[in-house]
């Protein structure tokens, strides 16, 4: 990362950040910002330092997840700054510079890697335990900016879904990582099964287990599998996280090993 960006690099801003926590997945839409701001969530409410960095350039939802749509951070001369959330997080989202958060985000490459630059080095998070940074999706340009910025240091956790095409993506997420050097913490297998609203039975939608499958295919942690469930949809569009809801759940069961490392 130094000898892509100078002097004025990621040093600056986060250099006091205790540990990188970065959220990727091999293709959009699998659930990536939700495993990302549940984690951010967990890791606050379990009393650390948070700084939760929503770098998603294609559809930047951590406002939205949080309950912060419409907020806007304050930007100094040289710095922008984190918005409050609760008690011990600290949040910094594209989203919160876009005019409409339901238009299309239209930016040519170089506009967006600006961007990713900008974040990644121009927030003051003051001293953090944890920084959890909602990646970019795929392997392509923007997430390979974003974890060069961050550093090897970085440490990922990849979401799928148990369909072949996000399990081959996400075996490209993992090439992706090891050829950088970045440790992988695990993976997240998302909407794997539906749970009845009514009597709670879990139906598979996928055959079962492709995300175990892979993990242990590519000798990486299988941290836990989250079925779809109409709850985190709701505590999505509430802004409210798993977290608060219901601390058996999945998700909050598929993250405490991070959680409580
Ligand atoms: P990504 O960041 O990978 O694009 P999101 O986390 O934004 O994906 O999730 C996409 C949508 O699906 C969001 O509206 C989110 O609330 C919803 N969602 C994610 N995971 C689940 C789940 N397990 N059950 C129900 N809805 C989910």
Avoid at 148 to 172: E, H, K, N, S
Wanted: hydrophobic letters at 40%; aromatic letters at 4%; charged letters at 20%.
């Amino acid at each position: 990362a130094a000898q892509t960006f100078g002097e004025e690099g990621p040093v600056k801003t986060l250099g006091r950040i205790g540990s990188k926590l970065v959220v990727l997945s091999g293709k959009g839409g699998v659930g990536k910002s939700t495993v990302a701001v549940n984690l951010a969530v967990g890791l606050a409410r379990a009393g650390r330092k948070v700084g939760l960095l929503d770098v998603d350039v294609h559809g930047p939802s951590v406002p939205r997840l949080l309950g912060l749509t419409g907020t806007r951070p304050m930007i100094g001369e040289d710095a922008m700054y984190p918005v409050g959330w609760r008690n011990n997080l600290r949040v910094m989202s594209l989203g919160f510079f876009l005019p409409d958060p339901e238009q299309a985000v239209i930016w040519r490459g170089p506009v967006k890697m600006g961007l990713i630059r900008h974040f990644l080095t121009e927030v003051r998070w003051g001293d953090l335990d944890h920084l959890v940074v909602d990646c970019p999706p795929g392997t392509g340009d923007e997430p390979l900016s974003v974890l060069q910025l961050l550093g090897t240091d970085a440490q990922a956790v990849i979401v799928t879904t148990p369909q072949g095409v996000a399990v081959d993506d996400v075996r490209r997420s993992v090439g992706f990582c090891r050829e950088l050097g970045n440790p992988i913490l695990g993976i997240v297998e998302n909407m794997g099964g539906y749970v009845c609203p009514k009597c709670g039975e879990l139906t598979p939608l996928f055959p079962a287990g492709g995300g175990e499958a892979l993990a242990a295919e590519q000798g990486v942690t299988f941290l836990g599998r989250i079925p779809l469930h109409p709850d985190l949809t709701s505590a999505g569009d509430a802004g409210r996280s798993l977290y608060e809801a219901d601390a058996a759940h999945p998700i909050v069961r598929a993250l405490a090993p991070i959680v409580e490392r």
